[in-house]
């Protein structure tokens, strides 16, 4: 990546048939600890839920739609129910410049452990690929535990395949097909 400064897109409502994906805010924090006090929602991830005062600290952070260094573009959205305006869980994505010139997003997701199972998962995450792809992303990425059914369900949704790639217990999964390995000096045989 050259020196010069990165201008990241800044997330935009996006609506699905069941989801209104809004774009995060400081203030979702009240509402969202109810959804994301939960410890059940850490089996995968590690952790703990986080205090309301954590949370607000966090999507303050997050509002700046970028790392301090501008290095990576920061995209959030809170994942509102249309039919009862309930917030039921989160996707976002963390941007980056490949080098070959070309943006990747890393993805996650959550959805709340009591709005589990009703593909609001793989709903949200595809508004936001979809949201991503219209906005210059043009490779996508997720890790994800072994063990992690639900969320591979979702990464299988939007075209993602593991790789064997593994950082702290997670799979790497990608929308590109794994490179061939080259091996310098290693020439095919001849017959």
């Known amino acids: 990546m050259s020196g010069a400064p990165v201008t990241w897109p800044s997330a935009t409502p996006v609506d699905t048939l069941r989801l209104r994906l809004e774009p995060l805010r400081v203030g979702h924090a009240v509402e ?10 850490h089996t995968w991830t590690g952790g703990a839920p986080a205090t309301p ?3 607000a600290a966090r999507y303050r952070r997050q509002c700046a739609g970028h790392s301090p260094d501008g290095r990576h573009g920061w995209l959030n959205w809170m994942l509102r129910r249309r039919a009862d305006g309930r917030l039921i869980g ?34 949200g995450a595809r508004a ?7 906005h ?41 097909p794994a490179r061939p390995c ?5 020439r095919e045989p001849t017959e």
């Open 32 to 41: 969202a600890v109810a959804v994301l006090d939960d410890v059940r929602l």
């Open 53 to 55: 005062a954590e949370l």
């Open 90 to 123: 989160t996707v976002q994505a963390t941007l980056s410049r490949a080098d070959d010139g070309g943006t990747e997003a890393e993805l996650a997701w959550v959805i709340g452990v009591d709005h589990q199972g009703e593909g609001y998962g793989r709903e």
């Open 128 to 134: 936001m690929a979809d949201w991503l792809g219209a």
């Open 136 to 176: 210059g992303v043009d490779r996508l990425l997720a890790h994800i535990h072994p063990g992690h059914e639900a969320s591979m369900g979702v990464a299988r949704a939007l075209g993602l395949r593991p790789t064997d790639r593994i950082t702290d217990g997670e799979v790497h999964w990608s929308d590109r």
């Open 182 to 186: 080259r091996v310098v000096g290693y």
